[in-house]
């Protein structure tokens, strides 16, 4: 069985400054994508970045980035220049051929102007 | 262009009644999948269907709660004599037709259950 793990239920970043959002995952497949997904009060579960397992460079969207460490089976998101908008929880997910997404605990951002 | 579009955004019951959480997915979609989120947690998969039929339903409970995805109209996700318990968050999901491992699955805005 999948598991995500993520180990930071609560982070806080001063505005304009870095934070790593820690995720670890467990799987016994080598196909596999990952995902972070972002949840503001309004509850919409919004995608922020995915990464693909067979790739090995690590992806980009803007100001958020990843860390994927396939061996140690890591996936961190970098947020940098963080602004008030990025308060939100943030998930951890990861799918295989199930096709069912299996996500993490999440972590509480909190952006302090 | 709308998204996955679910309905209503919150519903209140009472012990023993039926719940009735309908959604319909992005246009082209013939994907959908159901999540519960509790409070304070991460979302949990339910079920997965196509249309008319259910590919996945390893994550729903075995009694009161059924889903369906007819070939005309909404997926709907049914939850009969509901507790207290099954007061959450449902959100459904839609991916396109074809392999929808590597499609990303776009989320509907959910239905806050409430059970007094």
């Known amino acids: 069985a999948q598991t995500v793990t993520q180990s930071q239920p609560e982070m806080s970043v001063q505005e304009a400054e870095t934070v790593t959002l820690s995720c670890t995952y467990d799987?016994?497949?080598?196909?596999?994508?990952l995902f972070w997904y972002k949840q503001p009060p309004s509850r919409q579960m919004i995608l922020v970045i995915r990464?693909?397992?067979?790739?090995?460079q690590n992806a980009t969207e803007n100001r958020f980035s990843v860390n994927f460490q396939k061996a140690a089976k890591s996936f961190s998101l970098k947020i940098s220049d963080s602004q008030l908008g990025d308060a939100a929880m943030y998930f951890c997910?990861?799918?295989?051929?199930?096709?069912?997404?299996?996500f993490g605990q999440g972590t509480r951002l909190t952006i302090n102007p | 262009n709308a998204g996955v579009m679910q309905n209503p955004r919150h519903l209140v019951r009472r012990r023993g009644q039926e719940a009735r959480l309908r959604c319909s997915p992005m246009?082209?979609?013939?994907?959908v999948y159901w999540y519960r989120q509790l409070p304070e947690e991460g979302l949990k998969f339910m079920v997965y269907?196509?249309?008319?039929?259910?590919?996945?339903e390893s994550g729903m409970p075995k009694e009161r709660f059924s889903a369906e995805f007819p070939k005309e109209g909404p997926s709907i996700l049914r939850i009969q004599q509901v507790v207290r318990g099954d007061s959450a968050a449902y959100f459904c999901?839609?991916?396109?037709?074809?392999?929808?491992?590597?499609?990303?699955?776009?989320f509907g805005d959910g239905t806050r259950l409430s059970i007094l």
């Open positions: 999901a839609s991916s396109p037709l074809g392999r929808g491992f590597d499609q990303p699955q776009h």
């Open positions: 799987t016994s497949e080598s196909d596999y994508y």
């Open positions: 990464q693909e397992a067979y790739k090995q």
């Open positions: 997910a990861i799918i295989q051929g199930a096709q069912k997404l299996v």
């Open positions: 246009k082209g979609h013939s994907h």
């Open positions: 269907l196509q249309k008319e039929n259910i590919i996945d």
